[in-house]
Every structure is written in structure tokens, then in C-alpha cells.
């Protein structure tokens, strides 16, 4: 019930000093709960007398109380003291039979009997009052009585092994008919289901169950000629294929199920690759409309075969039924087509060439492909690639960080003890953090270093000496956890002297080699 304002500014309880109400005000708040006055009012806290008009009955309520949200009767409410002969006139019109006598509490369970259908029930005085069935077995959402769970289960050859636990819960049984215990529920046994699934089995086999005779009619009119009696519908009955001669071992449940099979898989089989055979000429016809020109007879469908291709010339294999089903047919071609739709136009990629200042020298090719161009600010040639551009790359001669190779370097050979490794390598002349400092900070030791022009030229000495090496067998030493900057141009002393590093340095000096492209490992 939703509470009632009071209004400020009137009188409340005479003498009080508090606001005094207009009485013809309360009057209407107690005829909006449902209460007729009998009295004038008193006060808020002064019982007022009043008739509920929906029972009749005068009660006394606290104008406080009403606006507060509070229910006006005591006897609709079930807080009344209730005469025990008035609560079981109540009781009995609602057709329940009291057994006890009224236990002194509208909110006690009072024994009853209910009338129509005589079971014992316990149901509460308030509840009865206000309107609420007297039976929760009669009720329309009423539960399942276990006396008659009981009866159902057993109408239906099963014992209950343990109370009734629910209508939708497994009730642990035992068929009466064969003794194998259960745990159907009784949902399921109201729907019309088995209760027992050996029994629900051996009546769908005598429901399927054929006569020798019906079921050897029915293996003739499949093809097939029985060789031993018969076993049986889910077993496999032997025969003799009547069409080809093959001896075959079908089920009888399989000729006359819903998904029949055929008796005979190697007939099946030819009429299956009857159907999808196709002619000759047909085929010809066709591998020649997609542009092939077959080099050897057609074998079938899903046979690999030789064809000539118009489009690149190549001979490929594909098969016929690959090219009944939209496939290409020729690898070469279909690559092709699929890089001509990647293909970057040679007047975009010039463009962002030129956007990063560098002029191309050459016809463009992939964007993985060193492209040769010429530095619009200091003049060099380089050969970046596309890809390196896009990603903000520039002339490596202009660049402002890493190795400077327009500038004088130097080209290095330093060892470690511990490791017993020997590296080259090289580094700038002039530079802020200088690489042989890092490497002496991990443990390595220089032992001869040569000044040159430029990077380009420290790196063709490197270069050479690396390639030289490696193609005498000499791999890479050290792994990239033991020295993460240049681990490649490591090699194992004993092998590998710095000594001989040196020489090596020394002679490519007096003996300069053909300039060859440079591949940095």
C-alpha cells in the first residue's frame, strides 16, 4: 500500500504545539484505505473508530499507521485474534474439514481434511482468508501424489526401487517382466515410453523380425541369391550376387531400412561410375573450351591428364572433374594471374621513389627487388627496395643514425679468450658510441684494426674476407644469445686465427678484388 502524505502547516494533536490536520482531510485519507469514519478524529496516534468497507467488520485504526502504508483491518490482515469457531466456519466453507482445533495463530498449519478429495492437508488460517486453494494436491500446477507415481510406474511392469524422487528425475526401477534394474522418469513412462530398454529392444527386433521365406524373397528381389539360412536382421547374411557373382555379406536390415543400401558394392560401384562417366569427345571438347589440348586419351574423371596449355605453353596434369568444378587447371597460369593482381603500377612505385628523394635508374620490378636509384640530395647510387622506402627508409648515404658509408671507417679484428672466438667486423672512424667499445664491455680483446676512405670500402673488405671464408667451410661460430651484435662474423680460433684475419685485411688492400655485391650476413 502506498504511503499517504501528510500536508504541512495544520494542526495535529490538540495541546501538542504540533501542526493540526483539517479534519475533513483525514477523513479522506482514511476512506482512500478503504475505511468509512464512525468518529470524529481524535489525532494521528488515536485509535479512530472506522468500518472496513470490505469486510464490514469496525475496526480501530491509527491515522499515523494509515499514512505510514499500513493495512486499516486486523482481520484482513490476519493479525486479529480470531474466535476458534469463526476460524473453522472459514475453514469449512472453503471445504476443508478441520481435524484439530484452531491452534491459536492465523500463520500456524492447522490440520484439515479437504472434502474433495480427502487427503489430509496442513494449510494456514491467513492463507485460507485471503482466497488461497485449501489443497495443493488439487491445485491446477499440483504435485504428483507419490501414491499415484507409484501406481503409474507399476501400470507400466516396473517396481520402484526408492521414493518418488520427481516427475523429470531418474526413479530407479525394476522391470517385472525380465528383473533389469532402470532409472526411467515418470514423464517419460506418462508419454508412453519403455520404462525397460532390453525389453523396448526385443520388441523392436520381433516388430522387424521377418520369416525365412519373406526375408529370402526380399534378398532375390535385391540381386542377391542367400547362401545360408537365415541369421537373423541385424546379422550379416551371406550370398552370392546375382548380377555379378561376388560373394557379399549384407544385413537384411540394410535392404529394407530407411536409408537402403545396395547388396552388392561392386555392382554399385560400376553403375556409380557409370553414371558419371563421360564421353571422349565430350571431354576433349571441353578441356579444349578452357583451354587446354589433351596429350593422351581420356582415362576418367578423377584421373590426372596430360594437356598442353594455351595460356603459358607449360604441359600439366589436371583432372577432368578439377575442371568440371571451376578449378584453373594450370598452376603456372594461375600464379601468374595472382601476382598480376598484386602487382604494384611501376608509375605509383617511381612515385614514392621520388616522394623519399631518390631517382629511379632502372625499370621497376618487385617491391622486394633492389631497385638501383640515384639521391636527388647527395648524388650516390644505392639500390633500396620499394618495400624499405615504404617503411621510411631513405638514402643509406644521408641517413643520421646507424653506419655512415660515405664516411671514413675502419675495419677491425677483435678475439675472446673465454669464447675462443676471433670476429671481424667494422665501424666508423669517428663515432659517439664506438662498436669496438661494446664489444670490450662484453669481454672481447681488439687486436688489429684498418683505416679506410669510407664505409663502402670497410664493408667490401668484410665482405670479401666473410665470403672467402665461408666458402672454405668456415661457418659461424657463436650464436646470437653469446654476442647479439655480430654473432654472423664470428669464427672458432682454432681454425680461424687473428692473425690470419689480419693478413687477409692486408693483402685485400695491395690486391684489390672486381667489385662484387655486397651481401651482409
Not at 486486523?74 to 472459514?90: F, L, T
Request: include cysteine.
Amino acid at each position: 500500500m502506498t504511503p499517504l502524505t501528510l500536508e504541512s502547516g495544520e494542526l495535529d494533536l490538540a495541546g501538542s504545539g504540533r501542526p493540526r490536520r483539517d479534519p475533513r482531510q483525514a477523513e479522506e485519507i482514511m476512506r482512500a484505505a478503504g475505511l468509512e469514519p464512525l468518529e470524529p478524529c481524535r489525532g494521528s496516534s488515536a485509535p479512530w473508530r472506522c468500518r472496513h468497507t470490505a469486510c464490514g467488520r469496525e475496526v480501530t485504526p491509527r491515522l499515523s499507521n494509515i499514512t505510514k502504508g499500513q493495512r486499516g483491518c486486523v482481520y484482513c490482515s490476519g493479525h486479529a485474534r480470531i474466535e476458534p469457531e469463526a476460524a473453522a466456519a472459514v475453514m469449512r466453507a472453503a471445504g476443508l474439514e478441520p481435524l484439530e482445533p484452531y491452534p491459536g495463530g492465523s500463520d500456524r498449519k492447522w490440520r484439515c481434511r479437504h472434502r474433495a478429495c480427502g487427503r489430509e492437508v496442513t494449510p494456514t488460517y491467513v492463507r485460507i482468508n485471503s482466497g488461497a486453494g485449501p489443497c495443493r494436491w488439487c491445485a491446477p500446477n499440483a504435485p504428483v501424489d507419490p501414491d499415484v507415481a507409484a501406481a503409474d510406474m507399476r501400470a507400466a511392469g516396473l517396481d520402484p526401487l526408492g521414493p518418488y524422487p520427481g516427475v523429470d528425475t531418474p526413479w530407479p526401477v525394476r522391470c517385472r517382466a525380465c528383473g533389469a534394474p532402470g532409472a526411467p522418469t515418470l514423464g517419460s513412462i506418462r508419454q508412453g515410453q519403455g520404462g525397460c530398454y532390453p525389453c523396448g529392444r526385443r520388441k523392436a527386433n520381433e516388430s522387424m523380425r521377418h520369416d525365412a521365406e519373406t526375408a529370402a524373397a526380399v534378398m532375390r528381389a535385391a540381386g542377391l541369391e542367400p547362401l545360408e539360412p537365415y541369421p537373423g536382421t541385424e546379422f550379416a547374411w551371406k550370398s552370392r550376387c546375382i548380377t555379378c557373382g561376388s560373394i557379399v555379406s549384407p544385413r537384411l536390415g540394410s535392404l529394407t531400412g530407411r536409408s537402403r543400401r545396395p547388396g552388392c558394392k561392386r555392382c554399385a560401384d560400376r553403375a556409380n561410375g557409370a553414371a558419371q562417366r563421360h564421353d571422349e569427345d565430350l571431354a576433349v571438347a571441353e578441356m579444349r573450351e578452357h583451354g587446354f589440348e589433351p596429350q593422351e586419351p581420356y582415362r576418367g574423371v578423377k584421373y590426372p591428364w596430360r594437356c598442353l596449355c594455351h595460356g603459358c605453353g607449360t604441359i600439366t596434369s589436371p583432372t577432368f572433374g578439377s575442371i568440371l568444378a571451376g578449378q584453373s587447371g594450370c598452376r603456372r597460369c594461375a600464379d601468374l594471374r595472382s601476382a598480376a593482381a598484386r602487382r604494384e603500377d611501376p608509375e605509383r612505385a617511381a612515385a614514392s621513389m621520388r616522394e623519399a628523394g631518390l631517382e629511379p635508374l632502372e625499370p621497376y620490378t618487385t617491391s622486394m627487388t633492389p631497385w638501383r636509384c640515384r639521391c636527388t640530395t647527395c648524388g650516390r647510387t644505392s639500390t633500396p627496395t620499394l618495400s624499405k622506402i615504404r617503411s621510411g627508409r631513405g638514402c643509406k648515404y644521408c641517413a643520421r643514425f646507424g653506419f655512415d658509408r660515405a664516411a671514413p671507417a675502419r675495419v677491425y679484428v677483435v678475439t675472446h679468450v673465454q669464447h675462443g672466438a676471433v670476429k671481424i667486423g667494422v665501424a666508423g672512424a669517428r663515432q659517439r658510441n664506438d662498436r669496438i667499445g661494446q664489444h670490450r664491455r662484453l669481454g672481447w680483446t681488439l687486436y688489429y684494426e684498418h683505416h679506410v676512405p669510407t664505409g663502402d670500402d670497410a664493408l667490401s673488405v668484410e665482405q670479401t674476407i666473410l665470403r672467402r671464408l665461408r666458402a672454405a667451410g668456415h661457418g659461424v661460430f657463436l650464436t646470437a644469445a653469446q654476442l647479439p651484435n655480430g654473432w654472423t662474423e664470428t669464427f672458432d680460433a682454432a681454425r680461424v686465427t687473428a692473425a690470419e684475419l689480419r693478413d687477409a685485411i692486408r693483402e685485400h688492400q695491395t690486391a684489390p678484388t672486381p667489385p662484387q655485391p655486397l651481401t651482409l650476413f
